[in-house]
């Protein structure tokens, strides 16, 4: 009895469930498949297909491999003649991401890191040991694509809205083990969508820091903007005020509530929510002020919540004097911060970074796979069409 395309499909999950080796040969057959689809698009025609369409023909195929989390693949990509060339359209998009946690690891493991489990992450990620000579390499061919998509022109556009946000990680710089700031900055076009426009490895989130993200910014194209959203870090406002006049601030109003939260016990936490749920409720700012007093008054027996209520609200309110349909997603950094979490969870397994430029590279290499994310959206992240609104 002949065997069908679905009783190759249900073998192919028999083993992956049953066989330790499974989960390999079921992406590799899939990851075939699809190449075989894409060339018969790239061709205009399928195999044997007589077609008018047809832009060239089929010419065989060419071992290649592919590494990644469930082991080495092993695949057939296909040749064609008498047309343009096929390359395979998941190879750049996905290992990318994949080539960068490798070069981190393989960087840890010869230059002699002490990171607990290199090898175990090693072996859990491609299945077996790299060379050197596999690290250099693919770390230039990374290194060369981010450097033209971190040094992009931005003048393309103009830009309504930036978002920053950073996080720590720990880099081994010279033979001390430091904590740096990875710094992120993304935008918002006139047109409504979101790019990511910048990250860098410094010292820290001080003034000078963010001070040179701006310039290169300006430097890249970046115009006038109207608002900025962070959170109330000295070295931001700083910056911002220095390099970015003219711009409006918004205070990130979930960093403002996690901060006073902590000026209380445990047994107040609830009521002072409660209270700040009520403060930030109305859409005008002066009810919002005449709230917050109030609110102050209450609480004059904790000082500090008070005082970041008549001191600090009123930059959380910033957002109100811009389109109603724009003030939730520009209310605070939490699309950033999701961002963020993202980057974590690639970052931790590498644990400590053996120097910036791995840092930089592993966290860029995410951020651009986001990016290319983002321009394949059909709907805009703002509707800038009643922005006047």
Not at 20 to 42: F, I, K, P, Q, Y
Not at 54 to 72: A, D, M, S
Request: glycine content about 6%; some cysteine.
């Amino acid at each position: 009895m002949a065997v069908t395309g679905i009783d190759k499909i249900g073998d192919l999950l028999h083993e992956a469930f049953y066989n330790h080796d499974g989960l390999r040969r079921l992406l590799e057959s899939a990851v075939n498949a699809g190449m075989r689809e894409e060339t018969a698009l790239h061709l205009g025609a399928a195999e044997h297909e007589r077609s008018n369409e047809r832009q060239g023909y089929r010419n065989g195929t060419k071992p290649r491999k592919l590494k990644t989390r469930v082991g080495e693949l092993k695949l057939s990509v296909p040749q064609v003649r008498g047309c343009e060339p096929y390359h395979p359209s998941m190879f750049a998009c996905w290992q990318r991401s994949e080539r960068a946690l490798l070069v981190a690891c393989g960087e840890m493991y010869f230059q002699g890191v002490s990171t607990r489990n290199v090898q175990n992450v090693l072996q859990e990620m491609c299945g077996l040991q790299i060379s050197s000579a596999t690290v250099s390499r693919v770390a230039a061919e990374l290194d060369e694509k981010l450097l033209a998509f971190h040094d992009r022109r931005l003048d393309h556009t103009g830009w309504k809205y930036l978002m920053l946000d950073a996080r720590y990680e720990k880099v081994r710089v010279g033979d001390k083990v430091i904590s740096q700031a990875v710094l992120v900055t993304m935008g918002f076009t006139l047109e409504g969508k979101r790019e990511m426009l910048d990250w860098r490895v410094a010292d820290s989130e001080s003034e000078q820091s963010w001070g040179e993200v701006f310039r290169s910014l300006k430097d890249r194209g970046l115009g006038t903007v109207e608002l900025v959203v962070s959170d109330a870090h000295s070295g931001i406002r700083a910056a911002i005020s220095r390099h970015l006049q003219g711009a409006s601030w918004q205070r990130c109003a979930v960093h403002y509530k996690r901060e006073m939260g902590r000026k209380v016990g445990y047994k107040k936490l609830k009521e002072l929510n409660r209270d700040l749920k009520t403060v930030f409720m109305p859409e005008q700012k002066a009810e919002c002020i005449l709230r917050a007093e109030e609110m102050a008054v209450k609480w004059e027996n904790t000082p500090a919540v008070a005082a970041m209520l008549r001191e600090g609200l009123e930059d959380c309110l910033t957002v109100l004097t811009f389109p109603t349909h724009h003030r939730k997603r520009l209310k605070s950094t939490n699309l950033l911060e999701n961002i963020m979490k993202r980057l974590k969870k690639r970052t931790k397994v590498v644990g400590v970074f053996p120097n910036r430029a791995s840092c930089h590279r592993l966290v860029g290499s995410q951020l651009l796979e986001l990016h290319e994310q983002w321009q394949t959206e059909t709907k805009d992240y703002f509707n800038m069409e009643y922005a006047g609104t």
